[in-house]
């Protein structure tokens, strides 16, 4: 595994995997000046949601405040749909010009989201509704209870000749055409044996996504890294993943899983460990 911007080294010989520690628009700079005719293969993205706002959830039956950190909270409209464009640009010069990007939300940002994709050029394919089963109850009992995220899945332009596995979708779905509801519970417990990050997401979901619009081989990447649940999908599926994410806890917490899941596989490992730093190399 390849880790840029990180000083601890690790133990297991590489993945196919690269890791930054580092803002996520400075690293994709950096990587559009090195591959201007884009070089991934899918992008899955869950970036902030900015819904933390001092409110209240339940979680594990008791009473917990929803804020998540500092990267969550609003700066107000504006200044949100600013960042989402400006991550958004970048997303779409760094597919591939046959890739296609996931990205992942409530109603607190997927309206900016899917405005600024249009804004974008990228051409809509489907909003897929993540229903869950077993969602937190509300605790004001003022609103419906929220059960659902949107996922919106979308090609670089309109020229794009995107990949869509129908046949493989069709056969997990009871060999009918798989439609654009998802149920999936919320992460396993076995999917937090090395921690928690407060917005994971299931590990099914995550390989369906990868499964769906890549092959054995491609290039996925996640610029909101997170506990790395795009990684370890990515590289169980015979993917190649690159991934970025600001909060060092976090990076740990990435790294740990995709280990943890090779030492589990117990796959021969492709390559020798390489660490550098954003500053000295830009890959």
Known sequence: MHIYGHDNLMEEDA??????????LDVMDALIDAHPEGCFDMIFADPP???????????????????K?????????????DFNHDWLSRCQKLLKPNGTLWVSGTMHVIFSVGFAMQQLGFKMLNDIIWEKPNPPPNLACRTFTHSTETILWAAKNDKAKHYFNYDA???????????????????????????????????????????????????????????????????????????????????????????????????????????????????
């Not at 993945?15 to 996520?24: E, K, Q, V």
């Not at 949601?49 to 804020?67: E, H, P, Q, R």
């Not at 950190?69 to 749909?81: C, E, L, T, Y």
Request: include cysteine; proline fraction near 3%; glycine fraction near 8%.
């Open 69 to 81: 950190g500092a990267w969550d909270k609003s700066q107000g409209a504006n200044v949100n749909h």
């Open 169 to 283: 979708m069709k056969q997990e779905n009871e060999n009918k055409q798989m439609k654009s509801v998802w149920r999936f519970t919320a992460p396993k417990m076995d999917e937090k044996t090395y921690g928690k990050h407060p917005t994971q997401k299931p590990m099914a979901l995550l390989k369906r996504c990868i499964a769906a619009s890549t092959k054995a081989g491609d290039v996925v990447f996640d610029p909101f890294c997170g506990s790395g649940t795009t990684g370890v999908a990515a590289l169980g599926l015979q993917r190649i993943f690159c991934g970025v994410e600001l909060e060092v806890e976090y990076v740990e917490l990435a790294k740990k899983r995709m280990v943890g899941a090779y030492k589990k596989a117990n796959v021969e490992p492709s390559a020798s460990e390489t660490i550098c730093n954003l500053e000295e190399e830009r890959c």
């Open 15 to 24: 993945l196919d995997a690269s890791l930054y520690h580092a803002n996520c």
């Open 49 to 67: 949601y900015f819904l933390s706002n001092g409110g209240i959830t339940c979680k594990a039956g008791k009473m917990v405040s929803v804020d």
